[in-house]
Every structure is written in C-alpha cells, then in structure tokens.
C-alpha cells in the first residue's frame, strides 16, 4: 500500500506540473490567436513541429531508448555504462548538428538577398532550438531511467513553457512591433534558458557521471536507438507530422483550428504519459528481474489507471469541448468532431497497454517501426485522398485510424514475440487465473532477449 502512495504522490506532483506548464502554453497559443491571428498561430504550430522532429533526428533515436537502459545498468549497478551511453548520444548530436549547421551555411552561401535572409533568420532559431530541445530530452530520459521522473519532466513539462508565456507576454506587452519571426525566436530563447537551469541543477549528478570510467556497448545501443528514432517520429511525434503534412493542402484558418484540437489532445495525453513515466522503470526492471507474474500485474495497473482517465477525459471534451474551443475563435467551436477523435486514441492506446516497451525491451524494435511505418503510411493516404471533399476532418481520421491499427498491431506483435499480454484484458485473465500464487520467473527463452 505505501508503494502505490508513493507512486500517487509522484503522479500528483508530476501531473500539476504538467497541468501548469500545459496551461502557460495554452494561454502562449491564445495570445498568438489573438494579437497575431490565426494565420501566424498557424506558422507558429508549423515551428514547434520542425522543432519536434528536428530533435528527434539529431538525438538519432537516444533519448528513446535511454530510460531501458539506464534502469538496468542502475538496477546491475553498473555506472560506468551510463557515461558511456551519455558520451556516445551527446557525440552522435554534436555530429550531426555539425552537418546541419554546414548544409545552413551553404544554403546562406548561395543566397544573399534581403527577402531570403528573413528566413535564414528563423532557420537559425530553428537550428538552435533543435539543439536545446535534443539536449532536453537527453538528459530528462536519462533522469528517469534513473528513477528521478519528477526531476526529468519539470524542464520540459514546466519550467519552458513558464518562460516561454513569460517571454511572450512581455514582447506583447511592451514590444513595438509584433511580428511572428520574433515569436518564434522567444520559443529558442525559452529552450536555450531551460538548459541553462538544467545544467545549474543537475550539476552535481552529471559531475557523478564524469566521474565514472567510462564503458560501451555500442553495437547494441545503436541497433536499438537508430529504430527508435524512427519509431519517435511515426509514434510519438505523429501529430507534429500531420501537421506538417496538412500544411501543405490546409488554409491558415484550418491548420490553425486543427493545431489547436491537437493541443487540447496533446493537454489531456499528459495524464497517460504521466502515468507511463512513472510505470516505465518498473516494467524495466520486472523484465530484468524476470519476475513475469510481479510483471503482468503492473502492466495491468498501468492499463486499468490509462483507461479511467482517458474515458473522464472523452466525457469532458464532449461536454465542454465546444466551450473550450471557442475561446479561441467562434469557428474553432464547430470541431468538436475532431477534437473528440483525436482524443479517442488515448482510449484504445489505454486497452492494449505498453506494446512498444515490451518489444523495446526485448530488442525487437524493428516490429514497431515496421507498425509505425504502415500505420502512418496508411493514414497519410487517406488524408491525401479525402482532404478536398473532408476538410480537416480527414486529418483527424486518417491520425485516429493510423493510431489504431499501429496500437492494435503492437499488441499482437508483443503478444507473440514476448509470450506477455499487454492488453488489459490479458491482465484480468491473468489475475483470474493466478489469484494468490507466488511470482512465477520468466522462461529462460523469454528472458534472454532482453540482453540482445
């Protein structure tokens, strides 16, 4: 009883966290609606997006798998790993972000005029934030690996997006002029300031690291990280890229309806990854552990807690769902539709469980890309194909659809590779079936593979 306390503590803590800082962005969004127009809201979301996918790209897939790793050298007590794990992300980024500030300066080489030097301008900020936001996730990945979520998640989840409202309020406020390229260097500004405070904090912790002589396995964090990196940008960042790609066909006014709808998916999700973070450690180290009943029944606690608070969260979008959106704008008030599909793939996301750790964990990280691949891919076109006659209610079924089937596929997928049910109603059968009886240790077939 004192361990799910504690871990309800935790959730509470980290979830305010989240709450507020998904607050400040929210109020950012508004202000940017509101004093800039729906047409610079929409370039806004098309930033934030680039950003997103640009870190998953230079962190190459790292910050993925860096919470399985971590927990189990901590669990084998093995600190010399963590170093080297941490050295060998940190010189992966530092490559390519070599690369991409050489393909920058090439492109400034060739074009001088005036009208594009705006845009290489907001390019530098995006160069820039890309960079932060990798070191970021890096080091918030690391710290939960390490069991420390509430001291990984403050930076992203809260100290950024308070700079940021705080930054933006002040140029609204006493700003001369309000132009939208300066919006977007303050999302850099707010990043560049959150590493700041993150390097003063965990100063001592990463003296730690150094401290430690450093140790490799190379080979194997990079057959799982390149996948992932992949699979970051299919799975976790799949809004960022339907956006991006409804850029193309989308009016500002309809990007700027459907970033918002997202927002709000993205604002209610952060319960589901709270919930996620906290459990992620302790299904790691069951699996290290081999301890497959201890294992079923904190996947089962990890389903049936998603699941409750993704079906309050579906009840209040449809209640209050029109009243939320239209404090943006009377005609962000009419796409509830999307709003509440788009929210429902918390639903089956929540009844299927953590199909993508258990693979993870087992080394097979190729039958999750291969998921995101299709499931994407699928989506994609039949958002290409019924835009014109949908509108934007096509983006939100083709993500809704492409969702389920990469959810529905990874359920199998763990199911069969692993010999663990992921879903909630495995872990019901589970319960059924083993009632009181003593953990029973994996199968050696079974445990093996997590050590590929």
């Known amino acids: 009883m004192k361990v799910y306390i504690q871990k309800f503590k935790r959730f509470c803590l980290i979830f305010a966290a989240r709450i507020a800082g998904a607050g400040a962005l929210f109020a950012a969004n508004l202000l940017i609606a509101r004093e800039l127009g729906f047409e610079n809201l929409a370039t ?8 997103s996918i640009g870190a998953v790209v230079l962190s190459s897939g790292f910050p993925a798998v860096a919470p399985i790793f971590v927990t189990e050298y901590s669990t084998l007590d093995k600190p010399g790993y963590i170093k080297g794990f941490a050295k060998k992300a940190l010189g992966q980024g530092a490559k390519l972000c070599v690369l991409l500030t050489a393909i920058f300066i090439c492109i400034w080489s060739l074009n001088l005029d005036s009208a594009l030097f705006v845009q290489i301008d907001v390019v530098i900020a995006i160069i820039l934030a890309i960079c932060a936001s ?10 939960v690996g390490m069991k420390k979520q509430v001291a990984a998640l403050l930076p992203e989840t809260f100290i950024r997006p308070v700079v940021f409202l705080t930054f933006l309020s002040a140029f609204l406020w006493f700003g001369n002029s309000k132009e939208i390229d300066a919006v977007l ?8 300031v959150t590493c700041g405070i993150i390097a003063l904090r965990d100063r001592k912790l990463h003296k730690s690291i150094i401290s430690e002589k450093s140790c490799s396995e190379e080979k194997r964090w990079k057959s799982a990280a390149y996948p992932w990196m992949g699979i970051s940008l299919l799975w976790d960042f799949m809004i960022d ?7 193309i066909m989308a009016s500002s006014i309809e990007l700027a309806i459907l970033h918002i709808c997202f927002r709000y998916r993205v604002l209610a999700g952060f319960g589901m990854r709270t919930i996620h973070t906290l459990m992620m450690p302790e299904i790691t180290q069951d699996c ?7 294992l079923q029944s904190n996947i089962f606690l990890l389903n049936s807690v998603s699941l409750v608070y993704s079906l309050a969260v579906l009840l209040a979008f449809t209640l209050f769902g029109s009243y939320a959106l239209a404090i943006f704008s009377p005609e962000a008030a009419s796409s509830v539709p999307v709003l509440l599909l788009v929210s429902s793939t918390m639903i089956f996301r929540a009844a299927l469980g953590p199909g993508p750790l258990l693979l993870a964990i087992h080394g097979l990280h190729k039958y999750t890309l291969l998921s995101s691949i299709v499931g994407l891919t699928l ?17 939100a079924i083709g993500y809704t659809g492409a969702n389920l089937i990469i959810s529905a596929s990874l359920w199998i997928l763990a199911k069969r590779k692993t010999g663990i049910d992921t879903s909630i ?16 240790p994996m199968a050696d077939d079974q445990a093996k593979s997590i050590y590929p």
Request: hydrophobic share 55%; net charge positive.
């Open 241 to 247: 890229l339907v956006i991006l790609l409804v850029s």
């Open 44 to 51: 806004y979301a098309v930033f934030v997006s680039l950003v």
């Open 379 to 395: 989506g994609a076109a039949f958002i290409l194909a019924t835009y014109d006659n949908l509108g934007i209610i096509s983006a």
């Open 134 to 143: 990798a070191l970021l996730n890096l080091n918030g990945s690391v710290l």
């Open 288 to 294: 290290v552990e081999k301890d497959k009943q201890k």
């Open 425 to 440: 109603f495995g872990g019901m059968l589970q319960r059924l079936k083993s009632g009181r009886k003593s953990p029973v």
């Open 185 to 192: 260097w303050l999302i850099t500004g707010s990043l560049l």
